[in-house]
């Protein structure tokens, strides 16, 4: 577990996702497992709280993890025995995570669990071979035994542990974190970039490169609308909500896979042409189009910055998240003037009353994105 273990300089850890097809059986353990780790999640998390109120002490996790022997047991919950002991300790884990986030103030007290989240999960930890791939088609998991698998890439290192999850649209896949040898680090460039990240586009370079939206995108998010409004048409709960809900699950998962396969060409590009690269804090953003669209732009700026996080961590390359007190979009990248007009969204080319240089929106937005983050750099 990422907790307990070692880092090595020599190593990195890495994602591989795939798709899992499990016998009926075998899927039936999965619900199985997801339903113990939300009761010891649901149940851990009462116990805190009581623990608390009646002698104002909080539970540890090494101490709750000594009580899943005794609850297995427990004639009353010896059923815990019969799923992957590691997915129930991550459950445990994953407690203290969220409390030790609210504790830090970047979230709210920690929620039950619900059985009618549409996404599901659990994370097995490899010991000693428990998780292995069998061959190209099929991986071993505990209590599960060998299950139909397909990864896209190729599935490299050591396997650390598993994430089994059940997507909204009902289908299961599987998160293998590997450890590999970290790669080469690419030639230094000398060479910085500021990224406004965007709706029209992905993303807009300081050096005016565009990055595009995948091709089918638009056409993707018009059915997205339109499976959602026959959605709402609907009796929430009833067999033909169920079936629509799937469908709009499945147009937001192909919209997701699309984003994130350009997300991946798109940073992997830029880490290797650039040694600094900033971008925008995102949380403060000022923009609007429908709260459908922002939904998944916002989901593929958090996605971004994660992967520019990692990718950057891992070339030897520097990453620069600037704060966002000053509108970039309105200020003249020429002489600093400040123009209001240029806050409307609508407006893309505009010119600076003041220097007379003529501006794109976005390209414009980057390059003073670039200039804060070189100031932040030093
Ligand atoms: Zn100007």
Redesign the pocket.
């Known amino acids: 577990m990422k907790h307990d273990r070692k880092r090595s300089e020599n190593t990195i850890d890495k994602g591989f996702k795939g798709i899992l097809c499990p016998t009926r059986e075998q899927a039936e353990r999965i619900e199985k497992t997801f339903g113990c780790c939300r009761y010891v999640f649901n149940s851990f998390l009462d116990e805190r709280i009581r623990e608390y109120r009646e002698r104002g002490k909080t539970l540890t996790y090494t101490e709750q993890c000594a009580m899943l022997p005794l609850l297995k047991k427990d004639p009353k919950t010896s059923w815990l025995g019969e799923v992957d002991s590691t997915a129930l300790q991550s459950s445990v884990r994953a407690l203290q995570d969220s409390y030790d986030a609210f504790f830090r103030g970047q979230t709210g007290f920690p929620k039950f669990k619900s059985k009618h989240s549409h996404r599901q999960s659990f994370r097995s930890t490899n010991n000693h071979g428990s998780i292995r791939l069998v061959d190209r088609k099929h991986i071993r998991l505990p209590k599960l035994g060998e299950v139909q698998c397909r990864f896209p890439m190729e599935v490299q290192g050591k396997i650390l542990s598993a994430v089994v999850t059940k997507e909204p649209d009902g289908k299961y896949g599987i998160s293998l974190n590997c450890e590999v040898p970290r790669p080469p680090e690419p030639e230094k460039t000398g060479k910085a970039v500021g990224i406004d990240l965007g709706i029209r586009t992905l993303a807009v370079t300081s050096d005016g490169k565009e990055y595009d939206n995948p091709k089918t995108y638009e056409k993707n998010l018009r059915k997205l609308r339109r499976t959602q409004r026959k959605l709402s048409r609907k009796t929430r709960g009833g067999r033909n909500w169920e079936k629509q809900r799937k469908k709009v699950a499945k147009v937001h998962q192909k919209i997701r896979n699309q984003r994130t396969d350009a997300i991946h060409k798109m940073t992997h590009e830029l880490v290797y042409a650039y040694d600094l690269i900033c971008i925008e804090d995102l949380d403060v953003r000022e923009m609007s189009k429908g709260k459908l669209a922002r939904g998944i732009t916002d989901a593929s700026f958090g996605e971004i910055r994660r992967r520019l996080a990692y990718k950057t961590e891992w070339t030897g390359k520097r990453l620069i998240v600037t704060e966002r007190w000053y509108p970039s979009s309105q200020v003249?990248s020429?002489?600093g003037?400040v123009n209001k007009d240029a806050k409307d969204l609508k407006i893309r080319r505009w010119r600076?009353p003041?220097?007379g240089?003529e501006h794109d929106r976005d390209l414009n937005a980057a390059k003073n994105i670039l200039r804060e983050g070189l100031k932040t750099a030093g």
Do not use: F, I, L, R
């Open positions: 003249c020429g002489c003037y600076c003041q220097c240089q």
